[in-house]
C-alpha cells in the first residue's frame, strides 16, 4: 500500500517541479507577497481619498475611474505575464481587450474619447524622450554605417510590402496602407533594449558590439515609423484639399519637430536655474509633453514626437559638456541624464505603459469587428516577418558577422510593441477629425473601416511580434552568439544606454571591510553568525564616520561661501559664493543618495578649501575691491570640478 501511494504522488511532484522549471516566476517569494500588499493598500488608500476630495470623477463609471481601473488591471495582467517569461505588454493588452469585451465594456463605459487621446499624445512624447535620452552617439558613430543599414533597409522594406498587401486584401487606398505600414515597420524600443541588455550581461556578441549596434538602430527606428506614418497619412486623409500642402506638410512637421526640441534642449541645459534632480527631470518632461501637444493642436502629428527626441538627445550633450556659457553650471556632468532617463523611465514603466497598453485593448471590440479582418491581419504581419527577416539578413553582410551572428539580427530586430501602442488608433483620429462636417459620409465610413483595420492590425501585430521575437532572442541567442571570456569581452555592466547599468555607489575612503574571495575559510555556524554580526557593527561605524566627515567638510564650505558673499573681495566674489552653494547642495544630494565621494575628490577639495581661504585672508590685508592673483584659485574653474 505504502508503495502505491509512493508511486500515485510522483506523477505530481514531477509536473510541479516541471512548472516550476518550466515557470519559476510564478511561485511567489514572502518578500514579494508583502510588497504587493502593501501596494494594494497604498492604492486603496489613495482611491478612497480621491473620492472623499473630487468626489463624482472617481465614482464607477466617471472619466477618471475608468483610466484607473484600466492603469490597475492592466499592470496586474502585465505583472502575471512577465511571471511566466513572456513581455509584459502582452498582458497589459490582452487586460484592455478583456475589460473592453466584457459586458459591452461597461466597467469603463465613463472613459471619454477626448481623454484616451490625450493619454496617448503623453506616452508618445514619452517614448520618444526615452528614445532620445538612451541614445549614445559614441556607440552609433562606432556601428553607425552597420546601424544606419539595419534601421533603413528591412524597416522601410517591410512597410511599402505590408502596404501593397493591404491594399489588395483590406482595398485600401494605396497612401493609407502605406501609412499603415509604417506604423508596422517600427520595432518596440523598449523591448529591444531590455533583451539586448540581458544578451550584453551575458557576454554574448559584445566583441563585435552587436548588442550596442541593435540598440543605436532601435533608437532611430522609431523617428523612421511615425515621419512615413505622417507623410502618408496627411496625403489619405487631407490630400482633397491643397494637394502640395498635403505631401509637404509632413516633411514641415519633421523640421518644425527637430528645431523645437533644440531650442527646448538649451533652455532645459540653464543648470543654473534647474539645479537639482527633479527641476531638471520636471522641466524635460514637461518641455516634451507641451511640445507635443501644441503640435497636435495645428496638426503636426509626427512634430512633437521628433521633438521630444531631439530634447532628450540634444540636452544629454549639453548637460555633458556643461554647455551653455553663462548660464549652465561649468562643470561636466553625465549623472544629469542617468538621474532623469531613472525618473522617466520609472514614469513610463509603472504609470504610462499600463495605460497605453490597456486603452489599445480597450478600443478593440469583438462586436463591431468583420471576423475577417482577424485573419486578414494575420496574414500581413506574418508576411511582413518572411519579408524583414531575410532582408535584415541580407543587409547585415560586409560587417564582419558571421552567419548566426546575422541570423540573430533577424531575430533581434523582430520585437514590435511601443509606436504600435501609440499609433494605432491615430488614423482613427484623423479621419473623425478630417470629416467632422460631414460624418455620415459614404467615403468617411469607408474611411473609418480602413482606420479599424488598422488598428485591429496594430493590436495583433503587439500580440505576435513581440512574443515571437523576445522568445528567439532568448532561445537562441546563447547558440547564435559567441560568448566573449571576461579578460577579452566587454564589461557586462558597461553602459549600453544611460540608466540601464546598474547603479554601484562609490565609497568615499577605502573600505577596511573588504575581504579576499578566494581565502578559505572553515568556520562553525556560531564563529559565523559572530564574524558577520561583529561586520555588521564596523560597516555602520564605517558609514556613520564618512557621513560625519562630509557633515564636516560641508559645515566649512558654507562658512567660507557666507565670508565670501558678505565682502567685497573682487568683481567675481559673488559668483564665487554662488558656486560653493551649489558645491553644498550637490553632496547634500550625493549623501542622501548614499554616493559618497572617493578619497582623491575630498583631497583636492580641501586643497580648494585651504587656497581659497589662504586668497581671502591675501585680499582682506589688500582691502577691499582689488583683483585676485593671476595664481590664485578664482573662477572655481578647477577647484569647483573637485568639489
Same mark, same amino acid.
Not at 564 to 572: A, F, M, R, S, T
Given at each position: 500500500?505504502?508503495?502505491?501511494?509512493?508511486?500515485?504522488?510522483?506523477?505530481?511532484?514531477?509536473?510541479?517541479?516541471?512548472?516550476?522549471?518550466?515557470?519559476?516566476?510564478?511561485?511567489?517569494?514572502?518578500?514579494?507577497?508583502?510588497?504587493?500588499?502593501?501596494?494594494?493598500?497604498?492604492?486603496?488608500?489613495?482611491?478612497?481619498?480621491?473620492?472623499?476630495?473630487?468626489?463624482?470623477?472617481?465614482?464607477?463609471?466617471?472619466?477618471?475611474?475608468?483610466?484607473?481601473?484600466?492603469? &490597475?488591471? *492592466?499592470?496586474?495582467?502585465?505583472?502575471?505575464?512577465?511571471?511566466?517569461?513572456?513581455?509584459?505588454?502582452?498582458?497589459?493588452?490582452?487586460?484592455?481587450?478583456?475589460?473592453?469585451?466584457?459586458?459591452?465594456?461597461?466597467?469603463?463605459?465613463?472613459?471619454?474619447?477626448?481623454?484616451?487621446?490625450?493619454?496617448?499624445?503623453?506616452?508618445?512624447?514619452?517614448?520618444?524622450?526615452?528614445?532620445?535620452?538612451?541614445?549614445?552617439?559614441?556607440?552609433?558613430?562606432?556601428?553607425?554605417?552597420?546601424?544606419?543599414?539595419?534601421?533603413?533597409?528591412?524597416?522601410?522594406?517591410?512597410?511599402?510590402?505590408?502596404?501593397?498587401?493591404?491594399?489588395?486584401?483590406?482595398?485600401?487606398? /494605396?497612401?493609407?496602407?502605406?501609412?499603415?505600414?509604417?506604423?508596422?515597420?517600427?520595432?518596440?524600443?523598449?523591448?529591444?533594449?531590455?533583451?539586448?541588455?540581458?544578451? %550584453?550581461?551575458?557576454?554574448?556578441?559584445?566583441?563585435?558590439?552587436? /548588442?550596442? +549596434?541593435?540598440?543605436?538602430?532601435?533608437?532611430?527606428?522609431?523617428?523612421?515609423?511615425?515621419?512615413?506614418?505622417?507623410?502618408?497619412?496627411?496625403?489619405?486623409?487631407?490630400?482633397?484639399?491643397?494637394?502640395?500642402?498635403?505631401?509637404?506638410?509632413?516633411?514641415?512637421?519633421?523640421? &518644425?519637430?527637430?528645431?523645437?526640441?533644440?531650442?527646448?534642449?538649451?533652455?532645459?541645459?540653464?543648470?543654473?536655474?534647474?539645479? =537639482?534632480?527633479?527641476?531638471? +527631470?520636471?522641466?524635460?518632461?514637461?518641455?516634451?509633453?507641451?511640445?507635443?501637444?501644441?503640435?497636435?493642436?495645428?496638426?503636426?502629428?509626427?512634430?512633437?514626437?521628433?521633438?521630444?527626441?531631439?530634447?532628450?538627445?540634444?540636452?544629454?550633450?549639453?548637460?555633458?559638456?556643461?554647455?551653455?556659457?553663462?548660464?549652465?553650471?561649468?562643470?561636466?556632468?553625465?549623472?544629469?541624464?542617468?538621474?532623469?532617463?531613472?525618473?522617466?523611465?520609472?514614469?513610463?514603466?509603472?504609470?504610462?505603459?499600463?495605460?497605453?497598453?490597456?486603452?489599445?485593448?480597450?478600443?478593440?471590440?469583438?462586436?463591431?469587428?468583420?471576423?475577417?479582418?482577424?485573419?486578414?491581419?494575420? *496574414?500581413?504581419?506574418?508576411?511582413?516577418?518572411?519579408?524583414?527577416?531575410?532582408?535584415?539578413?541580407?543587409?547585415?553582410?560586409?560587417?564582419?558577422?558571421?552567419?548566426?551572428?546575422?541570423?540573430?539580427?533577424?531575430?533581434?530586430?523582430?520585437?514590435?510593441?511601443?509606436?504600435?501602442?501609440?499609433?494605432?488608433?491615430? /488614423?482613427?483620429?484623423?479621419?473623425?477629425?478630417?470629416?467632422?462636417? *460631414?460624418?455620415?459620409?459614404?467615403?468617411?465610413?469607408?474611411?473609418?473601416?480602413?482606420? =479599424?483595420?488598422?488598428?485591429?492590425?496594430?493590436?495583433?501585430?503587439?500580440?505576435?511580434?513581440?512574443?515571437?521575437?523576445?522568445?528567439?532572442?532568448?532561445?537562441?541567442?546563447?547558440?547564435?552568439? %559567441?560568448?566573449?571570456?571576461?579578460?577579452?569581452?566587454?564589461?557586462?555592466?558597461?553602459?549600453?544606454?544611460?540608466?540601464?547599468?546598474?547603479?554601484?555607489?562609490?565609497?568615499?575612503?577605502?573600505?577596511?571591510?573588504?575581504?579576499? $574571495?578566494?581565502?578559505?575559510?572553515?568556520?562553525?555556524?556560531?564563529?559565523?553568525?559572530? %564574524?558577520?554580526?561583529?561586520? %555588521?557593527?564596523?560597516?555602520?561605524?564605517?558609514?556613520?564616520?564618512? $557621513?560625519?566627515?562630509?557633515?564636516?567638510?560641508? $559645515?566649512?564650505?558654507?562658512?567660507?561661501?557666507?565670508?565670501?558673499?558678505?565682502?567685497?573681495?573682487?568683481?567675481?566674489?559673488?559668483?564665487?559664493?554662488?558656486?560653493?552653494?551649489?558645491?553644498?547642495?550637490?553632496?547634500?544630494?550625493?549623501?542622501?543618495?548614499?554616493?559618497?565621494?572617493?578619497?582623491?575628490?575630498?583631497?583636492?577639495?580641501?586643497?580648494?578649501?585651504?587656497?581659497?581661504?589662504?586668497?581671502?585672508?591675501?585680499?582682506?590685508?589688500?582691502?577691499?575691491?582689488?583683483?585676485?592673483?593671476?595664481?590664485? /584659485?578664482?573662477?572655481?574653474?578647477?577647484?569647483?570640478?573637485?568639489?
Amino acid at each position: 500500500m505504502k508503495a502505491l501511494q509512493v508511486s500515485r504522488a510522483r506523477p505530481s511532484e514531477d509536473r510541479k517541479s516541471f512548472v516550476r522549471w518550466a515557470f519559476p516566476g510564478l511561485f511567489l517569494q514572502e518578500k514579494d507577497i508583502w510588497n504587493g500588499a502593501g501596494v494594494l493598500l497604498i492604492t486603496v488608500l489613495l482611491y478612497g481619498g480621491l473620492v472623499l476630495c473630487i468626489g463624482k470623477p472617481f465614482h464607477p463609471s466617471g472619466n477618471a475611474w475608468a483610466v484607473m481601473i484600466i492603469w &490597475l488591471l *492592466a499592470s496586474a495582467g502585465g505583472w502575471l505575464v512577465e511571471r511566466v517569461g513572456l513581455p509584459g505588454p502582452l498582458g497589459m493588452i490582452l487586460t484592455g481587450i478583456a475589460v473592453g469585451n466584457i459586458n459591452s465594456g461597461h466597467l469603463v463605459k465613463g472613459l471619454p474619447a477626448s481623454w484616451s487621446k490625450e493619454l496617448r499624445a503623453i506616452a508618445l512624447a514619452i517614448i520618444f524622450l526615452r528614445s532620445g535620452l538612451e541614445l549614445d552617439l559614441r556607440i552609433f558613430k562606432k556601428v553607425g554605417w552597420v546601424a544606419t543599414r539595419l534601421l533603413l533597409v528591412p524597416g522601410i522594406l517591410e512597410a511599402f510590402f505590408d502596404g501593397g498587401l493591404a491594399v489588395a486584401l483590406f482595398g485600401m487606398p /494605396p497612401t493609407f496602407a502605406f501609412a499603415l505600414g509604417f506604423i508596422l515597420k517600427a520595432v518596440g524600443p523598449a523591448l529591444v533594449i531590455q533583451c539586448m541588455f540581458d544578451v %550584453q550581461q551575458k557576454r554574448l556578441g559584445t566583441a563585435k558590439s552587436i /548588442p550596442a +549596434t541593435v540598440v543605436a538602430a532601435a533608437s532611430f527606428d522609431d523617428m523612421i515609423g511615425i515621419t512615413g506614418y505622417t507623410i502618408f497619412i496627411d496625403i489619405a486623409v487631407k490630400g482633397e484639399g491643397n494637394q502640395v500642402w498635403a505631401i509637404m506638410h509632413g516633411p514641415v512637421s519633421v523640421v &518644425l519637430g527637430i528645431l523645437a526640441g533644440l531650442i527646448a534642449a538649451y533652455l532645459c541645459a540653464f543648470t543654473k536655474l534647474w539645479n =537639482n534632480r527633479l527641476k531638471r +527631470t520636471a522641466v524635460v518632461l514637461l518641455s516634451a509633453l507641451f511640445m507635443k501637444f501644441i503640435f497636435d493642436k495645428y496638426n503636426f502629428t509626427s512634430g512633437g514626437a521628433l521633438g521630444s527626441l531631439t530634447l532628450g538627445l540634444c540636452v544629454k550633450e549639453l548637460w555633458a559638456r556643461g554647455k551653455p556659457g553663462m548660464f549652465a553650471i561649468p562643470e561636466t556632468n553625465h549623472e544629469y541624464t542617468r538621474n532623469v532617463e531613472k525618473n522617466v523611465r520609472w514614469l513610463w514603466r509603472f504609470i504610462m505603459m499600463p495605460v497605453l497598453f490597456g486603452l489599445i485593448g480597450n478600443a478593440l471590440r469583438f462586436k463591431t469587428l468583420q471576423h475577417s479582418s482577424i485573419s486578414k491581419a494575420c *496574414a500581413i504581419i506574418f508576411a511582413g516577418l518572411a519579408v524583414r527577416m531575410p532582408a535584415t539578413f541580407l543587409v547585415m553582410f560586409g560587417g564582419g558577422f558571421t552567419w548566426k551572428e546575422r541570423l540573430f539580427f533577424s531575430f533581434a530586430w523582430t520585437p514590435k510593441a511601443t509606436v504600435q501602442a501609440a499609433l494605432a488608433l491615430s /488614423p482613427l483620429d484623423a479621419v473623425i477629425a478630417a470629416y467632422k462636417s *460631414a460624418p455620415k459620409s459614404a467615403q468617411a465610413l469607408r474611411y473609418t473601416q480602413y482606420a =479599424n483595420e488598422t488598428l485591429t492590425t496594430a493590436i495583433f501585430c503587439i500580440l505576435i511580434d513581440a512574443s515571437i521575437g523576445t522568445l528567439l532572442i532568448r532561445a537562441f541567442a546563447p547558440a547564435l552568439l %559567441q560568448r566573449e571570456p571576461e579578460d577579452n569581452a566587454e564589461a557586462p555592466d558597461a553602459p549600453m544606454v544611460p540608466g540601464l547599468q546598474p547603479p554601484s555607489p562609490r565609497p568615499m575612503v577605502h573600505d577596511p571591510l573588504d575581504r579576499q $574571495e578566494n581565502e578559505p575559510q572553515q568556520l562553525t555556524a556560531a564563529e559565523l553568525a559572530r %564574524q558577520q554580526e561583529l561586520m %555588521q557593527h564596523k560597516e555602520q561605524e564605517f558609514a556613520m564616520a564618512n $557621513e560625519a566627515m562630509l557633515a564636516e567638510f560641508m $559645515e566649512r564650505i558654507d562658512q567660507i561661501a557666507d565670508v565670501v558673499g558678505q565682502q567685497e573681495l573682487g568683481h567675481d566674489s559673488s559668483d564665487c559664493a554662488g558656486k560653493l552653494r551649489l558645491a553644498v547642495d550637490n553632496l547634500r544630494d550625493r549623501i542622501a543618495e548614499h554616493d559618497y565621494l572617493k578619497a582623491e575628490e575630498v583631497e583636492g577639495a580641501n586643497d580648494f578649501l585651504r587656497a581659497t581661504r589662504q586668497e581671502h585672508e591675501t585680499l582682506r590685508r589688500r582691502g577691499p575691491g582689488r583683483q585676485p592673483s593671476a595664481a590664485s /584659485p578664482s573662477g572655481l574653474g578647477k577647484s569647483s570640478e573637485a568639489v
